[in-house]
């Protein structure tokens, strides 16, 4: 598996407008066991995204797909900026889905 | 909802040994939605956790189940620090378990 936990900063007073965005797509894409968008409750424009996929080239395909590909391009702009990032490794627990 | 994201670093040689401890209990806790255990492919000896909770008060009770209790009293010995976490208010997604 391949996973990912990050952090992005909306412009001020635009997260709930990017975590709406964000949530559109979230479902359905290849490959993905898991992808859950959290607020952050100590910054008001802060998100974080925890992501475990099947493999990397799964997620690494996933900015392509034509639906994600049109969240990206309105999500920018909501965009301030992008926190650190972690790339792990999952290697079980509960809440894995079933990819697609 | 409520989560956290947090990391945790194993004694030398020994993150094998408690993931399979943490794999133990982790389908089993009441009000948890998504529990991702994740190795850090850059640090040969770290852990990330990251948690979705209906609400805080199961995260709260979770450590209080005796299995749950159990394996932590087993974990502690393998667990060299604990490094940052953050507690973050799920918002949605994909892999989110159905509660028991």
Redesign the interface.
Known sequence: MY?M?GKMVAVQGKRREL?DLL?ET??D?PG???????????DENAI?I?E?WKDEASHKASPQMPAVRAVIARARPLIASFGDH????????????TAR
Chains 1, 2 share one sequence.
Do not use: F, K, N
């Open positions: 996973g936990i975590l949530l979230v479902g894409m993905c066991l898991s992808y859950v968008i959290h607020e952050d409750p100590a974080w925890t475990a972690v790339i792990t490794r999952p290697v079980g627990g509960h809440g894995l889905g």
